[in-house]
C-alpha cells in the first residue's frame, strides 16, 4: 500500500523545513555578529606603567593612561604617592583634582572624592578604584 | 496637447496614476473639523527629509576617525562654501524635529488620538519618538568635540547601573572601556545607516496605522462622538469630509514652511542657541569640562540622575516612566476623548509638562 503525499502536504513540509534551516542559520550567525559587535580585548593588560617621579610634585596630580582608562597619581604629602582611576564611580566623567580643597571633584554631577579616592559627597556610589604604586628610583611604578 | 497632459496619460495608461491619486489623495477623506495640529506629522516627515538632504552633504567632508572628526567638521564649517549652512541646518534641525516631535505627541494625548484601537499608531510612533532620541545622541558624538565626548561617555556609562551586566554593556556600547575611535566608528554606522533605515520603516509602519484605521476625529464641538469597540476591524471614514489634497495638503504645506521659517529664524538670528562652548573644542579624554550639559530634551534625564543618589534608581524611573507613556492606550482604556470630560488626565497632562519643564531648567541652571 503506497501512500499519497499530496501538493498542500509537500509544501507544509518544505515550509517547515525552510522555516527551520532559516531559524538555524539566523542563530548561527548571531554569534560571529556579536563577537564582532564585541569589543576587543585591551593591549598591555596587567603591564605595570612608569612614570617620572618628577611629574609629580607634592600637592599635583599627573592624569595617565593605564590600562585603557584614565588614572590619576598624586602626592598627597611629601613621599606619599597614590594612584587611582580617574573614572568617577557614578557616570564616567574624569574627576578634576582640587589643590586648595586636596580632593577631587566632578565636574558632571558634583560628585567628591578625598585624595585617596573615598566618596567624600555628591552622588558617586564607590570610592575610586586604586592601584599599587611604588617608588623604584626616580620612577613610579604603577600597577 | 499639453505636454504636461501627454506625460501624464503616458504615465496614466501605464501605472494607472489617476487612479491613485483619486483612491489616495482627492478621495481620501479627512474629518471636516480636522485641525492645525494634525499637521505635525507632514511637518516631521519634510524634516526628517531634510535631515538626509543635509546628512548625505556632509558625508562628503566628514571624516569617522577620532584624530580628523573634529577638523572635518571645522572644515566642513569654515572653508566649504556653505558648509556652515548644511551643518547648521542638520545640527539645529535636530533640534526642531525635537520640538515638533513634542509637539506631536503632547497633542495626540491631549486629544485622546490614541483611543479607538489605535494603539499600533501610538505604540510605532513612540518608537520613532524614541529611535529619534537614539539618532540624536549618535549624531552628537559624530563632531568629536567636549560637548559630544563627554555627552556620550556620560549616557552610555548610564547603562552601567543595570545589575549584572551593566559593566559588560558600557564596554559593547562603546566597543571598549572608554568612549574612543572604536565608538565613533559604531555611532557614526548606526547614525547614518543602521537608525535611519530603521527609522524610515517604522514611519512607514506608523503612516500604514494611520491609514489603515482612518484619521480620529478631532474631540471638539459638534462632529465629536464615540464610537462602539466592535468585534472586527473598522476603518473610520469620513464620508461628508474635506479631501487630503488639494485642501488639507495646503495646510500641510504651510505649516511645513513656518517650521522652516522657525529653522532659518535659529540659523541666523541665534545660531549659538544650541551650541555651548564646549561644542568648539575637541574632545580631551583627560578633562571633563565643568558644567557640561546635554541637549535641552536630554536635561530632564541629566537632573533625575542628579536628583537620586542611586544610579539605579535615577534609571529606573526615568525606565518606569518611558514605560507609563509607551503603554498610555492599554492603561487610559476610556472612549472619552473630550479634555473637558477628562479632568483627571488633563490634571496630570499639565503637572507633567510642568515638571518636565522645571526639572530641565533645574538641571540646565544645576
Request: aromatic share 14%.
Given at each position: 500500500?503506497?501512500?499519497?503525499?499530496?501538493?498542500?502536504?509537500?509544501?507544509?513540509?518544505?515550509?517547515?523545513?525552510?522555516?527551520?534551516?532559516?531559524?538555524?542559520?539566523?542563530?548561527?550567525?548571531?554569534?560571529?555578529?556579536?563577537?564582532?559587535?564585541?569589543?576587543?580585548?585591551?593591549?598591555?593588560?596587567?603591564?605595570?606603567?612608569?612614570?617620572?617621579?618628577?611629574?609629580v610634585a607634592p600637592g599635583k596630580a599627573h592624569f595617565f593612561q593605564f590600562h585603557g582608562k584614565p588614572a590619576v597619581v598624586l602626592q598627597p604629602s611629601p613621599g606619599k604617592f597614590?594612584?587611582?582611576?580617574?573614572?568617577?564611580?557614578?557616570?564616567?566623567?574624569?574627576?578634576?583634582?582640587?589643590?586648595?580643597?586636596?580632593?577631587?571633584?566632578?565636574?558632571?554631577?558634583?560628585?567628591?572624592?578625598?585624595?585617596?579616592?573615598?566618596?567624600?559627597?555628591?552622588?558617586?556610589?564607590?570610592?575610586?578604584?586604586?592601584?599599587?604604586?611604588?617608588?623604584?628610583?626616580?620612577?613610579?611604578?604603577?600597577? | 496637447?499639453?505636454?504636461?497632459?501627454?506625460?501624464?496619460?503616458?504615465?496614466?495608461?501605464?501605472?494607472?496614476?489617476?487612479?491613485?491619486?483619486?483612491?489616495?489623495?482627492?478621495?481620501?477623506?479627512?474629518?471636516?473639523?480636522?485641525?492645525?495640529?494634525?499637521?505635525?506629522?507632514?511637518?516631521?516627515?519634510?524634516?526628517?527629509?531634510?535631515?538626509?538632504?543635509?546628512?548625505?552633504?556632509?558625508?562628503?567632508?566628514?571624516?569617522?576617525?577620532?584624530?580628523?572628526?573634529?577638523?572635518?567638521?571645522?572644515?566642513?564649517?569654515?572653508?566649504?562654501?556653505?558648509?556652515?549652512?548644511?551643518?547648521?541646518?542638520?545640527?539645529?534641525?535636530?533640534?526642531?524635529?525635537?520640538?515638533?516631535?513634542?509637539?506631536?505627541?503632547?497633542?495626540?494625548?491631549?486629544?485622546?488620538?490614541?483611543?479607538?484601537?489605535?494603539?499600533?499608531?501610538?505604540?510605532?510612533?513612540?518608537?520613532?519618538?524614541?529611535?529619534?532620541?537614539?539618532?540624536?545622541?549618535?549624531?552628537?558624538?559624530?563632531?568629536?568635540?567636549?560637548?559630544?565626548?563627554?555627552?556620550?561617555?556620560?549616557?552610555?556609562?548610564?547603562?552601567?547601573?543595570?545589575?549584572?551586566?551593566?559593566?559588560?554593556?558600557?564596554?559593547?556600547?562603546?566597543?571598549?572601556?572608554?568612549?574612543?575611535?572604536?565608538?565613533?566608528?559604531?555611532?557614526?554606522?548606526?547614525?547614518?545607516?543602521?537608525?535611519?533605515?530603521?527609522?524610515?520603516?517604522?514611519?512607514?509602519?506608523?503612516?500604514?496605522?494611520?491609514?489603515?484605521?482612518?484619521?480620529?476625529?478631532?474631540?471638539?464641538?459638534?462632529?465629536?462622538?464615540?464610537?462602539?469597540?466592535?468585534?472586527?476591524?473598522?476603518?473610520?471614514?469620513?464620508?461628508?469630509?474635506?479631501?487630503?489634497?488639494?485642501?488639507?495638503?495646503?495646510?500641510?504645506?504651510?505649516?511645513?514652511?513656518?517650521f522652516i521659517a522657525f529653522l532659518l529664524a535659529i540659523i541666523f538670528y541665534a545660531p549659538a542657541m544650541f551650541f555651548p562652548e564646549a561644542a568648539f573644542e575637541k574632545a580631551d579624554?583627560?578633562?571633563?569640562?565643568?558644567?557640561?550639559?546635554?541637549?535641552?530634551?536630554?536635561?530632564?534625564?541629566?537632573?533625575?540622575?542628579?536628583?537620586?543618589?542611586?544610579?539605579?534608581?535615577?534609571?529606573?524611573?526615568?525606565?518606569?516612566?518611558?514605560?507609563?507613556?509607551?503603554?498610555?492606550?492599554?492603561?487610559?482604556?476610556?472612549?472619552?476623548?473630550?479634555?473637558?470630560?477628562?479632568?483627571?488626565?488633563?490634571?496630570?497632562?499639565?503637572?507633567?509638562?510642568?515638571?518636565?519643564?522645571?526639572?530641565?531648567?533645574?538641571?540646565?541652571?544645576?
Amino acid at each position: 500500500m503506497t501512500t499519497q503525499i499530496t501538493p498542500p502536504q509537500r509544501r507544509k513540509f518544505l515550509f517547515i523545513l525552510l522555516g527551520g534551516m532559516g531559524a538555524l542559520l539566523g542563530a548561527a550567525s548571531a554569534w560571529p555578529l556579536f563577537r564582532f559587535l564585541s569589543p576587543l580585548a585591551a593591549k598591555g593588560g596587567g603591564k605595570q606603567v612608569t612614570i617620572p617621579r618628577s611629574e609629580v610634585a607634592p600637592g599635583k596630580a599627573h592624569f595617565f593612561q593605564f590600562h585603557g582608562k584614565p588614572a590619576v597619581v598624586l602626592q598627597p604629602s611629601p613621599g606619599k604617592f597614590v594612584a587611582l582611576s580617574a573614572v568617577c564611580t557614578h557616570l564616567g566623567c574624569i574627576v578634576a583634582w582640587q589643590e586648595q580643597a586636596g580632593e577631587f571633584q566632578c565636574p558632571c554631577h558634583g560628585g567628591r572624592f578625598s585624595a585617596e579616592g573615598q566618596v567624600l559627597g555628591g552622588p558617586p556610589p564607590k570610592p575610586l578604584e586604586s592601584f599599587a604604586v611604588e617608588l623604584d628610583g626616580d620612577q613610579l611604578k604603577v600597577g | 496637447m499639453q505636454p504636461i497632459k501627454w506625460l501624464v496619460d503616458f504615465i496614466d495608461v501605464r501605472l494607472g496614476i489617476r487612479d491613485i491619486y483619486e483612491r489616495e489623495l482627492h478621495g481620501y477623506l479627512l474629518p471636516r473639523n480636522v485641525n492645525v495640529w494634525y499637521t505635525l506629522g507632514a511637518v516631521l516627515m519634510a524634516l526628517f527629509g531634510l535631515q538626509i538632504v543635509t546628512g548625505i552633504l556632509l558625508l562628503m567632508f566628514y571624516v569617522p576617525d577620532s584624530e580628523k572628526a573634529f577638523s572635518s567638521v571645522q572644515y566642513i564649517v569654515n572653508e566649504v562654501p556653505f558648509g556652515w549652512l548644511f551643518r547648521m541646518l542638520h545640527a539645529v534641525g535636530a533640534n526642531v524635529i525635537m520640538i515638533a516631535l513634542l509637539m506631536h505627541m503632547l497633542s495626540v494625548m491631549f486629544m485622546g488620538s490614541y483611543k479607538g484601537r489605535r494603539e499600533f499608531t501610538w505604540l510605532t510612533g513612540f518608537t520613532v519618538f524614541n529611535l529619534t532620541l537614539g539618532l540624536c545622541l549618535t549624531g552628537y558624538l559624530l563632531p568629536w568635540s567636549q560637548l559630544s565626548f563627554w555627552a556620550t561617555t556620560v549616557a552610555t556609562d548610564a547603562a552601567g547601573a543595570i545589575p549584572v551586566v551593566g559593566d559588560y554593556l558600557v564596554e559593547f556600547l562603546r566597543g571598549g572601556p572608554t568612549v574612543d575611535n572604536q565608538t565613533l566608528g559604531r555611532f557614526f554606522a548606526l547614525h547614518v545607516v543602521g537608525l535611519p533605515l530603521i527609522l524610515l520603516g517604522l514611519v512607514g509602519v506608523h503612516l500604514f496605522c494611520v491609514k489603515r484605521r482612518g484619521i480620529s476625529v478631532p474631540p471638539f464641538g459638534t462632529a465629536y462622538h464615540t464610537s462602539e469597540e466592535l468585534p472586527f476591524f473598522e476603518h473610520e471614514k469620513h464620508p461628508d469630509g474635506i479631501p487630503f489634497f488639494p485642501n488639507y495638503f495646503v495646510k500641510d504645506a504651510a505649516v511645513i514652511c513656518f517650521f522652516i521659517a522657525f529653522l532659518l529664524a535659529i540659523i541666523f538670528y541665534a545660531p549659538a542657541m544650541f551650541f555651548p562652548e564646549a561644542a568648539f573644542e575637541k574632545a580631551d579624554p583627560f578633562l571633563t569640562p565643568a558644567h557640561i550639559k546635554p541637549e535641552w530634551y536630554f536635561l530632564w534625564a541629566y537632573q533625575t540622575l542628579k536628583i537620586f543618589p542611586s544610579k539605579i534608581i535615577g534609571l529606573g524611573v526615568q525606565v518606569v516612566f518611558m514605560t507609563f507613556l509607551a503603554l498610555l492606550p492599554f492603561i487610559d482604556r476610556s472612549p472619552e476623548r473630550r479634555p473637558a470630560k477628562r479632568p483627571l488626565f488633563v490634571t496630570c497632562y499639565v503637572l507633567g509638562i510642568l515638571l518636565f519643564v522645571a526639572i530641565s531648567i533645574w538641571g540646565h541652571y544645576s
